[in-house]
């Protein structure tokens, strides 16, 4: 049983560190590097008339390694996912230190009890002005199931999984846009202890948007597509899910949203999980964001209940 929101962050891009390392290698030996970043850097021309980006300096080629971002230049702050990268030398960490889970109602019908609690942390690096770095870290894990019906009791706790993942954002990171893209690459490596995660190397993409569509209100759609290990744990199977979001802003600095997500398989018999949540996003400050919020399962594949606490804060 796992989290829904953190199922997303189930994996990350080797493949894309793997090929920005080796570029940024290759351009560093051979001089050209700073073209390569110039290329693709932020410049305080591009961004002078937006709003909430105040305080840039004329000139200013920004990325984590000639010229990184003034702490004024701020992009949206948010739990992920969404399609905003990390500004190019800043740190964010996003970590839940509340993740609780019930379920009872599975998909066997069985007269089990499961009960779960998770303290996921996410640190974030931005590199260039559209791509930024995460690891993610199940910190901690603890499940307890109860098998009425043979009058037994588990319990397992542990460190959970490593996930890395990158961000490459497509549009609307800074434009002055009312929606924004991007696509994430992402990798799970299998760390846990105790059957506390995956048992193999699982991966995949995200693709996170947003719509600001009439003042006040915003739309997120993020579906995503994952290579996944079958329940016998022989072969890979393909996951499609869908998380789909309604923000509306309640007064200045405090928002509320209802979400739905949907997740299935390719594996035969394996049923569909559907979750609806809703909760509150507030900023504390400009550079630290709490949100919490409670979930229901619709389907038996899902948890019957979850709620969370999350906290963003940018360094």
Do not use: C
Request: glycine content about 8%; proline content about 5%.
């Amino acid at each position: 049983m796992t989290n829904n929101r953190m199922a997303y962050w189930s994996a990350a891009g080797l493949v894309a560190i793997g090929l920005t390392a080796t570029t940024w290698a290759d351009n560093a030996s051979n001089g050209t590097f700073d073209r390569f970043a110039s290329s693709l850097s932020l410049t305080a021309t591009d961004t002078e008339d937006m709003p909430g980006r105040s305080g840039v300096t004329s000139g200013g080629q920004y990325n984590l390694f000639t010229n990184p971002a003034p702490r004024d230049f701020h992009r949206p702050l948010a739990p992920e996912p969404h399609p905003y990268t990390t500004e190019p030398g800043r740190v964010q960490v996003e970590i839940d230190p509340l993740s609780y889970a019930y379920d009872r109602h599975n998909p066997d019908r069985e007269n089990i009890r499961v009960r779960a609690w998770e303290v996921p942390v996410t640190i974030k690096l931005g590199v260039l002005h559209n791509v930024d770095f995460q690891v993610g870290v199940d910190a901690f894990v603890w499940e307890r199931e109860d098998d009425v019906d043979a009058g037994t009791r588990s319990r397992e706790r542990g460190f959970g999984d490593i996930t890395l993942r990158s961000k490459i954002n497509l549009w609307g990171n800074d434009e002055d846009m009312d929606h924004a893209f991007a696509v994430m690459p992402f990798l799970q490596l299998p760390t846990a202890r105790h059957d506390l995660g995956s048992r193999a190397v699982q991966g995949g993409v995200m693709l996170p948007f947003a719509w600001v569509f009439a003042e006040g209100w915003e739309v997120e759609w993020t579906p995503h597509f994952a290579a996944i290990r079958d329940g016998d744990d022989e072969s890979y199977e393909l996951e499609a899910g869908s998380l789909l979001v309604l923000n509306r802003v309640i007064v200045e600095n405090l928002e509320a949203f209802v979400e739905f997500e949907a997740i299935g398989d390719t594996e035969s018999g394996s049923p569909w999980a559907g979750t609806v949540a809703t909760g509150l996003t507030y900023e504390l400050t400009p550079d630290t964001i709490l949100e919490g919020g409670v979930g229901f399962g619709v389907t038996r594949a899902a948890d019957d209940f979850t709620t969370f606490i999350t906290i963003v804060q940018r360094f």
